[in-house]
């Protein structure tokens, strides 16, 4: 092994990548494996996203928006070095992880905070916007990064709706003329790699609300309710995007940007390898060693490990994933281009125990996978 290169994901609730990446690569050390590390932290439109973009170069910029729920938090999203390519993700305004879990609240969380930092953007001078899907706290269409923005939702007496999904089965008119006309000058790219639509039994509300706090009732609100605000954009815009594919990310957000905004889907993951030419690196690579806190059924549907590992198969270098969970078979994964998983657990220990040792369990488990490369040296 000579070229080796470090790709995790993050661990969601205990490591960002970079921190998981940083962990694997002390623990080959430790085993004195000779061999050049290379760490390229991914991301795949949630959690991490910001920062793996920025890991090549650009600019962090800091501000004060509005949470799910509508208080005041610091946030950021970034300019990389062209400036006008602006990387938001979402979850950093409108996510799960800035709520409690006696705070989610599928029927008032709101995406006007992603409106706020998507504006404050442009106002930079940003055209490009990769706008990150993943770990929402909300099902509201976008409909609040499009009040952020200046699009006016109304009901029947012309009142302004108030934030957040449920609101949105009194939608009776959309105004967009308050919009700033730069919007039009913009690119939007929606980087996800769920496929699901805005509405129906695979869509926002029936499969992603429970995640976000919604009761069964609350599921059956929200579908009505999303159903309503997309009828009323396709009868007033002309924009018909309930059914499309990915529409249904981040509580159809895509949906709402898609239909207010042209955005245009593309895999996460294939943008990020993209912005950090990934290929050249591959090239003269041995091994590639990726991860994230949570390996299943859906990691083989173009999550971040699994862009990697296919990547990395086309230049014939294997792929090795270190996980904090294994709840799919090993088989599927290989056939998906994993040569092997490694869990990080290694004794009976709680879910809470994990996540507060996830660096030392990570480290070590990149010890143990260092011995095995050294056994045929």
């Not at 912005?275 to 173009?302: P, R």
């Not at 990080?344 to 996830?358: G, H, R």
Request: a negative charge; aromatic letters at 4%; glycine letters at 12%.
């Amino acid at each position: 092994m000579k070229n080796i290169l470090i790709a995790p994901g993050a661990f969601k609730n205990s490591l960002s990548a970079q921190v998981a990446a940083e962990a694997m690569a002390h623990g080959l050390r430790r085993c004195g494996l000779e061999a050049a590390l290379h760490l390229l932290p991914i991301a795949d439109g949630g959690n991490g996203t910001l920062d793996a973009f920025l890991a090549a170069g650009g600019e962090q910029v800091v501000l004060q928006v509005d949470d799910p729920l509508g208080r005041k938090v610091p946030s950021a999203y970034g300019l990389l070095p062209d400036g006008k390519t602006a990387v938001i993700e979402m979850a950093l305004a409108s996510g799960l992880e800035l709520l409690k879990s006696d705070e989610m609240n599928a029927l008032e969380a709101s995406t006007y905070g992603t409106g706020q930092l998507m504006q404050a953007a442009l106002e930079r001078g940003a055209r490009r916007f990769i706008v990150g899907m993943g770990g929402s706290a909300t099902v509201d269409g976008g409909a609040g990064c499009m009040q952020a923005l200046g699009v006016r939702l109304l009901d029947k007496n012309g009142d302004d709706l108030v934030r957040g999904g449920g609101a949105l089965a009194y939608l009776h008119t959309v105004d967009t003329s308050l919009v700033d006309q730069r919007w039009h000058e913009c690119e939007i790219v929606i980087a996800t790699d769920v496929e699901n639509p805005a509405l129906g039994l695979e869509g926002a509300a029936a499969v992603f609300g429970p995640q976000k706090g919604a009761s069964p009732a609350d599921v059956i609100t929200l579908e009505n309710a999303l159903s309503h605000y997309f009828s009323v954009i396709e009868q007033q815009l002309g924009k018909d995007v309930k059914r499309v594919s990915g529409g249904g990310a981040a509580g159809a957000f895509a949906a709402g940007l898609m239909a207010f905004l042209d955005g245009k889907i593309e895999s996460g993951i294939d943008l990020l390898l993209a912005h950090n030419h990934f290929e050249d690196h591959l090239k003269d690579a041995d091994l590639v060693i990726t991860g994230e806190g949570q390996m299943d059924s859906q990691t083989i549907y173009g999550k971040g490990p699994i862009g990697v590992a296919r990547l990395a198969k086309k230049y014939g270098v294997p792929t090795v994933a270190i996980v904090g969970g294994l709840n799919v078979d090993d088989e599927i994964l290989h056939m998906a281009g994993i040569a092997a998983v490694l869990p990080i657990v290694n004794k009976p220990m709680l879910l809470e125990e994990a996540i507060a040792n996830a660096a030392e369990l990570v480290e070590m488990a990149a010890l143990r996978l260092g011995y095995l490369l050294q056994l045929n040296e």
